[in-house]
């Protein structure tokens, strides 16, 4: 199975702050990587399909890049409603798989 | 607008099973697949399986082998998800979400979450 690492697993920025996580797959991945958010007490939401493509009505702060094995989520101005945990997850094999998330706080 | 409605919050024991229903809404449910996901209190997202509704197939992680299983009835446009031999740490938050037909790519719509307590 393959595996996901994200990193940092929890961080503290400023309203305005620039915000990078990154997500590694044990193994080539392509481009088959997905990102989530989820508030607490709530399902989560999807953000970024195919690693860089913005879902429907998500805010074009939020950005994703990478391919094969190293990815990265930006939000280029953090807002307080950003406050959440983001997942990252892959599809190129079954099963599909979450990193173990990231929590993002106000500093 | 797509929406998935989950059934209610359940109680069972240890060895017991439980099952979980998602009415689906607003879309072609046969076009569509849905995964079942679950997460353990202060934990992250673990797959469970995933079900394509139009010809019944399933696909369930390895770690649930044998106790799980996922059904629709497509007259209701309802998934279910059984799970068998509940463990104390089964003790979960279980979601469904819809993803493609041919493939569990990414999951664009969730249920609201069922809490499902393991207890004796």
């Known amino acids: 199975d393959i595996q996901m690492t994200q990193s940092p697993s929890s961080l503290s920025a400023s309203v305005g702050d620039r915000v990078t996580i990154t997500c590694q797959a044990s193994q080539d991945i392509n481009i088959y990587l997905n990102w989530y958010q989820q508030k607490p007490g709530k399902a989560p939401k999807l953000l970024i399909y195919d690693t860089s493509n913005l879902e429907t009505g998500v805010p074009s702060r939020f950005s994703g890049s990478g391919s094969g094995t190293d990815f990265t989520f930006t939000i280029s101005s953090l807002q307080s409603e950003d406050i959440a945990t983001y997942y990252c997850q892959q599809y190129h094999n079954l099963p599909p798989a979450f990193g173990q998330g990231t929590q993002v706080e106000i500093k | 607008q797509v929406q998935l409605v989950q059934s209610g919050a359940e109680v069972k024991k240890p060895g017991a099973s439980v099952r979980v229903s998602c009415k689906a809404s607003g879309y072609t449910f046969t076009s569509y697949g849905i995964s079942w996901v679950r997460q353990a209190p202060g934990q992250g997202l673990e797959w469970m399986g995933w079900i394509t509704p139009y010809n019944g197939h399933t696909n369930y992680t390895q770690q649930l082998q044998g106790r799980v299983t996922m059904t629709t009835d497509t007259s209701t446009r309802t998934a279910y998800v059984e799970l068998s031999g509940l463990r104390l740490d089964d003790a979960a938050v279980y979601f469904c979400?819809?993803?493609?037909?041919?493939?569990?790519?990414?999951?664009?719509?969730w249920g609201q979450g069922t809490l499902v307590t393991v207890s004796s």
């Open positions: 979400a819809r993803v493609g037909s041919g493939y569990p790519n990414y999951f664009d719509s």
